[in-house]
């Protein structure tokens, strides 16, 4: 039984043997590309649950080809670089990265992160709100469907269950490492700049002024609290 189907994409050949050797070894379908337009093109040709992607390629670069991913089916995406900075991480995060791992890494940490983000791919929510509506702002979560001042907007996956989660704890502060587990995982709880990144997003998106935010609310030193 497959556990998934994953594209990986990178521009060296030994790399993409080793990382196909190793996924179907785990049970997952591989299905392998070598520059960021060839990516796209086998996307929509098997249309994977779960995309690896370098972040350095030649001609269309990671973050150009994490950019254009975004703009079609929501398919996680998790970006696999030498860079450790947390500017490359927010750089990546902001291009619509769902998590970034840094290389080298163990084979046990991608696998752990491959399956944190296909289970909240695969997972149908359960219990927490339904619907949140206010005169400027309509989320329904179980069509994933949000309005914000009369406008549709479309949140990534990663977005949507981080304000799903700061919704069904309307008026609490949340931490940031119950947010961060909450969304990306039980291993997650040390990614401050993964929470910043996002929750920047999805101001931008769903508050009339994001620097002056009626709805998500920093609590300094704690983590975010939604304001409904």
């Given at each position: 039984m497959s556990a998934g189907k994953?594209?990986?994409?990178?521009?060296?050949?030994?790399?993409r043997r080793v990382m196909k050797a190793t996924l179907v070894a785990?049970?997952?379908?591989?299905?392998?590309?070598r520059t960021g337009e060839d990516a796209l093109e086998k996307a929509q040709q098997e249309m994977p649950n779960l995309v690896l992607l370098d972040m350095n390629m030649p001609g269309m670069g990671g973050l150009e080809t994490c950019r254009a991913f975004r703009?079609?089916?929501?398919?996680?995406?998790?970006?696999?670089?030498?860079r450790n900075t947390e500017k490359d991480k927010v750089a990546a995060l902001d291009a619509g990265a769902d998590d970034y791992v840094t290389k080298p890494f163990s084979i046990e940490e991608l696998l752990a992160r491959i399956r944190a983000a296909l289970r909240r791919s695969f997972a149908s929510p359960e219990g927490g709100p339904r619907a949140f509506t206010a005169p400027d702002l309509e989320i329904d979560f179980e069509t994933r469907h949000v309005r914000a001042q009369g406008k549709d907007v479309r949140l990534t996956p990663k977005e949507f269950e981080l304000l799903?989660?700061?919704?069904?704890?309307?008026?609490?502060?949340?931490?940031?490492?119950?947010?961060?587990?909450?969304?990306?995982?039980?291993?997650?709880g040390d990614e401050p700049e993964y929470l910043r990144v996002f929750i920047n997003q999805?101001?931008?998106?769903?508050?009339?002024?994001?620097?002056?935010?009626?709805?998500?609310?920093?609590?300094?030193?704690?983590?975010?609290?939604?304001?409904?």
């Open positions: 994953i594209l990986v994409v990178d521009d060296d050949p030994q790399i785990h049970h997952y379908e591989v299905t392998e590309a703009a079609g089916p929501d398919i996680p995406v998790i970006i696999l670089s030498v799903r989660h700061l919704v069904a704890h309307a008026g609490k502060p949340v931490t940031h490492r119950e947010l961060l587990q909450a969304v990306w995982g039980p291993d997650y999805v101001r931008k998106k769903i508050e009339r002024n994001p620097a002056q935010p009626k709805y998500i609310i920093t609590e300094p030193w704690v983590g975010y609290r939604f304001a409904g």
